[in-house]
């Protein structure tokens, strides 16, 4: 019983599927962060795994891996700073409560 | 100052404008008075008070009294100057038949010869110019450029304003100036009373007991300056349009004026009727116009009468114009010339005959002449006819006979409507509602007169049949009014009649040939036709406006100047020996018995006159009797009565003086010594002299040295100037006749106030006869059913129609309309609107029902997301499977 | 124990980790909470990386992520929550619809894994310490030495298009404009969560 790729592309999905399901369910701005967070994570692994299985994709993958933590780190940041602007507008963090873009 | 001496005949026109000036000035004093009292501010307070404030005052009387003055000097003036310059109108008159001559030249001589006669035409016509600018002039007024006016003549298009000052007009003016400068001063003593702030109307009821208005002596003036601008301008006028708008000028015054106190349902009728009878005759007018304007194609009188009559000498400019018709000699100068339009070889001649159906046009530019070869040769009748230079007549040459008649009945229908003549004299007695100076001045001594005074004028333009039309209503004019005039009480009624029937006389004298008398008559008349109406107004204001002369009487003492003053009135007009009426009126009579010499078959035109005469004679003097003479028939007005203040009686002593003796000359006795007689007749245009024969001995030759005569025996002159004597035997028979019958009947014994006979004995006796003339022979009945009952019937068909046809049709198209739009409402509010709304609701609530997706959550749209992640990722499997199986 | 398996049933402990860890996020309705399984889910994965041979991205996660973004998270849920503990539950159907749609998205994309075609130029290697990718190597082609270039040639192209042939990989230069982007992302940020004064106290 060999790990294949697929596996591995499977982790990547099922992380990515939590991460949307975790942005769509989690009232709490924070908990969404948290579900952008797990996305990044899936692709990740995606990176890495394909990174490992594909000679030619070596160096790329893990490199573009490392782009992503950056990344996710700069989007953390930002993210939290929106969502304390917001719980500063709302006095809330219920995302529920920023309406404004409702038809 | 110059300027006037240069060109005397702007005195006229300045004359003319003063009173224009005085109506400018009085009617913007009064707008802006209006304007001033209208708003509310010390400024315009004090202009207001400055401007009269809410009492009229005199000023205005004074600056039309001195405008009028002013006008009557100018006029003197311009009179003076132009006896001065007598001999100047024979000059021109020489050198224009020079210049005719001239032109016909360069038909004749050869080509070579022609700049030398231009130079010399040119020298003429500058001389003719220099001559004539002294009394004539024009200004372009307007022109209605277009194809209406007529081919040939470019001016024919172009209204002039102008004046021409000659013999007529100087006398006019004179005689105009001055009875409205009299009647001036005179209305600023009669008319007093409208100086109060408050006028109390007693004629007038209203509600609450009499009208009171503001009284109306401002407006008095304004008027009077209006009327004499428009009268004078109508003399002066050298041109037909001109005198029309100035007739029209002085018919609206004299319906301003008749209406003076509207209030008064009489007044306010009478003024209506004036107007409109007036506008009966001014529709004629306005045919004789229009057809002189299409044929002819100019309104100056001049120029008419050139192109309608013949030249006095042939195209060579020496033999006198003649020619042979149906067998015998007529002279043609200065006359009327039918003919038949032939058409010979290819040729077109104009043949004379004394029953053609054309009427030549002597147009200036046809040089027509008699081919008359060889006097002698009398035997070739083919030579006699006239040649135009041009190769053919044209339309232009001529005109259809019968419109030459219709044109000179046209005007003259104008002149029975202005001058009161039957069958369209009804309107003059009414007209005396006006103010007594009003029927003075307008209804007696001047407008009326303009009705002659415009036959005079346009005399040549009357052919024959028009004259004996002119004479005949004349007549039956003279003899009908009289006869009104004598069961007449109102004093000044009596004086309207009376005024009928001497404008009849003069009508008669200008339709038998008598011009100078029917002009000399027009001004002597004038004189002491004004005088009397300012009498009777002297009567009516000392007896506090009271009219009949069934309650006056035996007033000689408490008014005497007013009484003397209007005896010599009442002479002058039933032709006292010496005084001027008798001269005028013996004249004319004297002119209507050598016209019945002549043709017999007219002898009612010398009949009417004369009978006339006497009744004259007998009415002035009944009034005269019943209002100065005998017991006083009304206590009260009597006890009233009182002579008027010198305002008024001043004009009627220079009013008296001048009627005595306008027309005096020396001897004394012979009527064709008058002064004014010879200077009209100076001024009487040879036309009259063609038509009627005139005599060599009186110089008459002098002024028309081309013209030929008609044989002694057949020259209605002749025969005038041979009867006089007869005629005025006969006239004063009848008048003494009058006078008899007139003492008789009226005179009463200032004791007992018995007459000698009985007038209601007569009454009775003639009871036909009086209903006949107390109902004014019945005209306003027989108009009334004729006319204004047919009027007022059709004016209801016409309404009934206007109501139901097309009140109907209207409504019904209407309703229509409504009904077609309700429908096509109906159309587009459910169908169209529909439609709009249905795509619109579709869009909202598809729209409104979108909107819900965006809900704004963020979760959702994550949701979202994915699912359209899910769809896309479908799709695309769905079709890479089918490629990868395809 | 062959190798294989070793390193499968390592595989599958530490899948099985993160993927619960992972739902546990999903799940749990404390945000205290959903950081913890969230922390445990990132350990997990950078477990994976390791797995991968990838050491230097697997101890990069650890150190940022771990280290870095999710003390962030929760410092972010320390500033903001009225109670540390209050909860904002979905609603019912919320979660239906979210789970229905979590498996249909799980499922299509497990679907097209599985049914995918992988045509790498070699057959995958296991990891080893021997041809494992170190931080030396990720240097050396960070900064574009032929030595650190892939042998292989890229792959992905159609059928008879001849892939370009590589000689080196330099990715420093988006090395650097990530890290200038990161450094302004964090002024950013600083900005934007500076303390203000609230402004209702001055408009109402």
Not at chain 2, 294 to 305: L, M, R, V
Not at chain 2, 546 to 553: A, L, P, R, S, V
């Amino acid at each position: 019983m060999t790990v294949t790729l697929t596996h591995y592309l499977v982790l990547g999905a099922l992380l990515f599927v939590c991460g949307a399901l975790c942005m769509a369910l989690k009232r709490n701005g924070i908990g969404v962060l948290m579900g952008v967070e797990l996305v990044l994570n899936g692709a990740n692994v995606n990176f890495v795994a394909l990174a490992h299985f594909n000679p030619a994709f070596a160096v790329e993958g893990q490199i573009f891996a490392l782009f992503v933590i950056v990344m996710a780190a700069a989007e953390a940041a930002i993210a939290l700073a929106i969502v304390l602007n917001f719980y500063n507008n709302h006095l809330s963090v219920d995302v529920d409560t920023a309406e404004e873009l409702k038809g | 100052m110059s300027a006037l001496s240069e060109q005397p005949g702007l005195y006229f026109v300045v004359a003319t404008i003063l009173p224009m000036v005085s109506f400018l000035l009085l009617i913007l004093t009064a707008f802006l008075r209006h304007a001033a009292r209208a708003c509310d501010s010390p400024l315009c307070n004090t202009l207001y008070r400055v401007l009269g404030g809410g009492r009229p005052g005199r000023t205005a009387a004074y600056v039309a009294t001195t405008a009028i003055a002013l006008s009557f000097v100018c006029s003197l003036v311009g009179a003076i100057h132009f006896a001065s310059h007598g001999q100047d109108h024979h000059r021109i008159e020489e050198l224009k038949e020079e210049a005719h001559h001239l032109e016909s030249e360069f038909a004749h001589r050869p080509v070579e010869e022609h700049p030398k006669i231009e130079k010399e035409l040119q020298t003429v016509n500058a001389e003719i110019h220099r001559l004539e600018s002294k009394w004539v002039g024009r200004i372009e007024w307007a022109n209605p450029a277009g194809p209406y006016g007529t081919k040939k003549d470019a001016r024919a298009s172009i209204l002039y304003v102008g004046y021409r000052i000659d013999n007529l007009t100087v006398v006019m003016f004179l005689m105009v100036t001055l009875i409205a400068t009299l009647i001036h001063i005179f209305s600023i003593g009669y008319m007093s009373e409208e100086l109060a702030e408050e006028v109390e109307d007693h004629q007038v009821h209203t509600a609450d007991g009499h009208l009171k208005r503001r009284g109306r002596f401002g407006r008095f003036f304004l008027f009077l300056s209006l009327f004499c601008f428009s009268m004078l301008n109508l003399v002066l006028a050298d041109n037909l349009f001109q005198v029309f708008v100035s007739w029209e000028l002085v018919g609206i015054c004299s319906y301003l004026l008749i209406g003076f106190n509207y209030e008064r349902q009489s007044a306010s009728n009478a003024a209506n009727k004036a107007f409109i009878t007036n506008r009966v005759g001014d529709a004629g007018f306005v045919i004789g116009l229009l057809i002189i304007w299409t044929y002819i194609g100019t309104f100056n009188f001049e120029e008419i009468f050139k192109t309608i009559r013949a030249p006095l000498t042939d195209s060579h400019g020496v033999r006198p114009l003649r020619t042979k018709i149906d067998g015998e000699y007529v002279p043609l100068g200065a006359r009327i010339v039918r003919a038949n339009l032939v058409v010979e070889d290819g040729e077109k001649k104009l043949v004379p005959s004394q029953t053609g159906d054309q009427a030549v046009l002597f147009s200036p530019k046809v040089h027509l002449h008699v081919e008359d070869a060889d006097p002698g040769d009398e035997t070739d009748e083919s030579k006699w006819y006239l040649k135009s230079f041009y190769p053919d007549f044209d339309s232009t040459d001529s005109m259809p006979y019968w419109l030459l008649v219709a044109a000179g009945l046209g005007i003259f229908v104008g002149c029975v409507g202005k001058s009161a003549q039957f069958p369209l004299h009804v309107w003059l007695p009414d007209a005396m509602e006006g103010p007594t100076p009003v029927s003075a001045l307008i209804h007696a001594a001047t407008m009326v007169a303009a009705g002659v005074y415009l036959v005079a004028r346009a005399f040549p333009l009357f052919t024959a049949e028009a004259l004996i039309v002119i004479a005949y209503v004349g007549g039956i004019t003279l003899f009908v009014a009289a006869t009104i005039a004598i069961v007449q009480t109102d004093i000044k009624k009596v004086l309207a009649y009376s005024t009928v029937s001497q404008l009849g006389y003069m009508m008669l004298a200008l339709g038998v040939g008598g011009w100078v008398a029917g002009i000399f008559h027009l001004i002597t008349h004038a004189f002491f036709k004004a005088l009397l109406f300012l009498c009777s107004g002297s009567v009516i204001f000392g007896c506090h406006h009271e009219q009949e002369m069934t309650k006056m009487g035996g007033l000689f003492p408490k008014m005497k100047i007013t009484a003397l003053t209007m005896l010599v009135g009442v002479l002058t007009i039933a032709g006292t020996p010496l005084f001027s009426g008798w001269y005028s009126k013996d004249m004319i009579v004297a002119q209507s018995l050598g016209y019945v010499r002549l043709h017999p078959e007219h002898f009612l035109l010398f009949l009417l006159p004369v009978v006339t005469a006497g009744i004259t004679t007998f009415y002035m003097f009944r009034m005269w009797l019943m209002t100065f003479t005998g017991k006083p028939r009304d206590k009260h007005v009597f006890e009233h009565a009182k002579e008027s203040p010198a305002t008024m009686t001043i004009p009627l002593i220079v009013l008296a003086v001048f009627s005595i003796c306008v027309a005096w000359g020396w001897p004394l006795h012979d009527p064709e010594a008058s002064h004014l007689n010879k200077v009209i007749h100076h001024g009487q245009p040879h036309h009259v002299l063609a038509d009627f024969g005139g005599l060599a001995e009186l110089g008459e030759l002098e002024h028309a040295p081309g013209l030929v005569f008609k044989h002694v025996e057949r020259s209605e002159r002749y025969w005038a100037l041979k009867l006089h004597g007869l005629a005025e035997l006969s006239a004063f028979v009848a008048a003494g006749i009058g006078v008899i019958f007139a003492f008789l009947l009226y005179y009463q014994s200032r004791q007992t106030g018995k007459t000698r006979l009985d007038p209601e004995e007569a009454r009775e006796q003639f009871p036909g006869v009086y209903a006949l003339f107390a109902n004014k022979w019945y005209f306003d009945e027989l108009y009334s059913a004729l006319l204004v009952r047919p009027a007022l019937r059709v004016s209801q068909w016409c309404k009934a129609f206007d109501l139901r046809g097309i009140d109907g049709v209207i409504n019904g198209s209407g309703r229509c309309t409504v009904t077609l739009s309700r429908w096509s409402g109906w159309v587009d509010r459910y169908i169209v609107d529909g439609l709009v709304n249905l795509i619109a609701s579709v869009s909202y609530g598809v729209g409104s029902w979108l909107r819900r997706v965006q809900t704004g959550y963020i979760r959702s749209y994550v949701l979202f997301l994915v699912l359209a992640a899910i769809g896309v990722f479908a799709i695309l499997s769905y079709f890479l499977a089918m490629a990868a199986a395809g | 124990m062959s190798t294989n398996e070793l390193q499968a049933i390592l595989f599958y402990l530490v899948a099985a980790i993160t993927a619960l860890c992972a739902i546990g996020v999903v799940v749990t309705q404390h945000i205290v909470r959903a950081a913890t399984w969230l922390l445990f889910t990132l350990a997990g994965t950078a477990g994976v990386f390791f797995l991968l041979g990838a050491d230097f991205v697997a101890a990069i996660q650890i150190l940022v992520y771990v280290g870095g973004t999710l003390v962030l998270v929760v410092f972010g849920v320390m500033l903001t929550a009225q109670s540390p503990f209050i909860s904002l539950r979905a609603s019912a159907a919320e979660w239906a619809i979210g789970t229905v749609v979590g498996f249909l998205l799980f499922g299509m994309l497990a679907v097209s894994l599985y049914s995918a075609n992988w045509n790498f130029p070699e057959p995958g290697q296991t990891a080893s310490p021997k041809n494992s990718m170190n931080s030396v190597v990720l240097g050396e082609s960070l900064l574009g030495f032929e030595e650190a270039t892939p042998a292989a040639n890229m792959t992905g192209f159609p059928p008879g298009a001849a892939p370009p042939s590589r000689k080196a990989v330099a990715y420093l230069l988006p090395f650097e404009i990530v890290s200038v982007h990161l450094l302004v992302v964090l002024i950013g940020a600083a900005y934007l969560a500076r303390a203000r004064r609230r402004r209702q106290a001055t408009s109402t």
